[in-house]
T-cell receptor, first 112, second 116 residues
Framework: GDSVTQMEGPVTLSEEAFLTINCTYT??????LFWYVQYPGEGLQLLLK?????DKGSNKGFEATYRKETTSFHLEKGSVQVSDSAVYFC???????????FGIGTKLQVIP | DAGVIQSPRHEVTEMGQEVTLRCKPI?????LFWYRQTMMRGLELLIY????????DSGMPEDRFSAKMPNASFSTLKIQPSEPRDSAVYFC??????????????FGNGTRLTVT
């Protein structure tokens, strides 16, 4: 079956540090890949997505590249801010099945 | 665009009581999903609908759980009877059916259920 593996959190960084959150996947088909962010007390919201190999999704300074050869979709940001503190979820969606499979989530805490 | 609307935001009930959670998806969206989030298990897909028809309910934990979508603008998730282990945050999400199935999910703010 389809699955998403994320690095365990929590991740604690100082403001302006570089962020990487690892994500790898297994899929029975050819998936679209997503990163969602969840702030306290809220639902998940889409951060970025990539729909085919070598695509790079980007938003609010975050980036992730769809690597088919390594089945990975790592999230990166060059300089994190306190406001980036949240839980980040990697997810995939396979055409024809419509299910979205989520990783366990990685909690990021950015300290001033 | 009002987004996905869930009610209530918080629900506290006693074991054995019936609980009904409600969801209004984004207008025009074809798919509706119910998820449950806990610290131990993360996000679990319970059931999803396409054009108001249940497509996959294999994630529904047991017969105590049921979900309906009587029309395109409303869905309910019911737990009867409720148990303490049902305590979790329940999310509703909706999405469009885009070519290539690339459409993201749009989530509501969730219902935090506590069963005592």
């Amino acid at each position: 079956g389809d699955s998403v593996t994320q690095m365990e959190g929590p991740v604690t960084l100082s403001e302006e540090a570089f962020l990487t959150i690892n994500c790898t996947y297994t899929a029975t088909g050819y998936p679209s890949l997503f990163w969602y962010v969840q702030y306290p007390g809220e639902g998940l919201q889409l951060l970025l997505k990539a729909t085919k190999a070598d695509d790079k999704g980007s938003n609010k300074g975050f980036e992730a590249t769809y690597r088919k050869e390594t089945t990975s979709f790592h999230l990166e940001k060059g300089s994190v801010q306190v406001s980036d503190s949240a839980v980040y979820f990697c997810a995939l969606r396979v055409g024809g099945y419509q299910k979205v499979t989520f990783g366990i989530g990685t909690k990021l805490q950015v300290i001033p | 665009d009002a987004g996905v609307i869930q009610s209530p935001r918080h629900e506290v009930t006693e074991m054995g009581q019936e609980v009904t959670l409600r969801c209004k998806p984004i207008s025009g969206h074809d798919y509706l999903f119910w998820y449950r989030q806990t610290m131990m298990r993360g996000l679990e897909l319970l059931i999803y609908f396409n054009n108001n028809v249940p497509i996959d309910d294999s994630g529904m934990p047991e017969d105590r759980f049921s979900a309906k979508m009587p029309n395109a603008s409303f869905s309910t998730l019911k737990i009867q009877p409720s148990e303490p282990r049902d305590s979790a945050v329940y999310f509703c999400a909706s999405s469009l059916r885009e070519v290539g199935f690339t459409s993201p999910l749009h989530f509501g703010n969730g219902t935090r259920l506590t069963v005592t």
